[in-house]
């Protein structure tokens, strides 16, 4: 297969590319969150900088075959094995992710659920940088409130599920911040001209 003889720097360079396509989809998705639009335009920045990585690791929990341990990639599934470096750092961050993406499939969520997940997700009062942290804790508490009864009504015989997505949510924080941190050492390595918006949305220098 041609995945197997993709270079590090091919890699990165078709990642960011892929992932640069989900964060436009995730801009959108935002765009239609209740209330988003409404937020000082600062804000809605600061919310996507940090929760844009987050949603598309969610996302890929919606691509992902548990049975198979495969991941749909473009076009095509892929074993996960696949996504691998010889570098440590990097090899440790990609089986982090999959450690999470096998964690948020096993739950077996309904796209409705994955929305209010991922919506709960990008409206985090908390994020750096941000200024209204009223208004958007209001928005982030509805969410969890309608994922709550939505996972009621979808999942009345497994009551752990609200517990596992909130558990999660520390656990993508922590993704976020060894993406941004892999990336910058692989660009100090490597000259590799990364899409503008990837580069804007993960504080890389060009």
């Not at 297969?1 to 640069?20: G, H």
């Not at 765009?31 to 940090?50: A, E, S, V």
Request: hydrophobic share 45%; charged share 20%; glycine share 4%.
């Amino acid at each position: 297969m041609a995945f197997v003889t993709q270079t590090r720097l091919q890699w990165w360079s078709d990642c960011a590319a892929k992932l640069t396509v989900a964060v436009q989809q995730i801009i959108e998705f935002a765009k239609l969150l209740p209330g988003f639009m409404k937020l000082q335009q600062d804000d809605q920045i600061m919310l996507l900088k940090g929760g844009a990585f987050e949603v598309a690791v969610i996302r890929m929990s919606s691509l992902y075959d548990l049975n198979m341990d495969t991941v749909l990639y473009g076009n095509v599934y892929v074993p996960t094995a696949f996504f691998c470096s010889d570098d440590a750092v990097e090899q440790q961050f990609v089986l982090n992710i999959f450690t999470l993406v096998r964690e948020l499939a096993s739950m077996f969520l309904t796209e409705t659920e994955v929305g209010l997940y991922s919506a709960l997700v990008l409206m985090c009062p908390e994020r750096a940088g941000i200024r209204n942290q009223l208004e958007i804790r209001e928005m982030h508490d509805l969410f969890y409130d309608c994922l709550a009864n939505e996972i009621r009504t979808s999942h009345p015989n497994d009551p752990t599920i609200l517990q596992r997505l909130t558990s999660c949510m520390s656990t993508l924080q922590d993704l976020a911040a060894q993406h941004v941190s892999v990336l910058s050492k692989f660009k100090k390595l490597a000259l590799v001209e990364l899409p503008a918006l990837y580069k804007e949305l993960f504080s890389v220098d060009g």
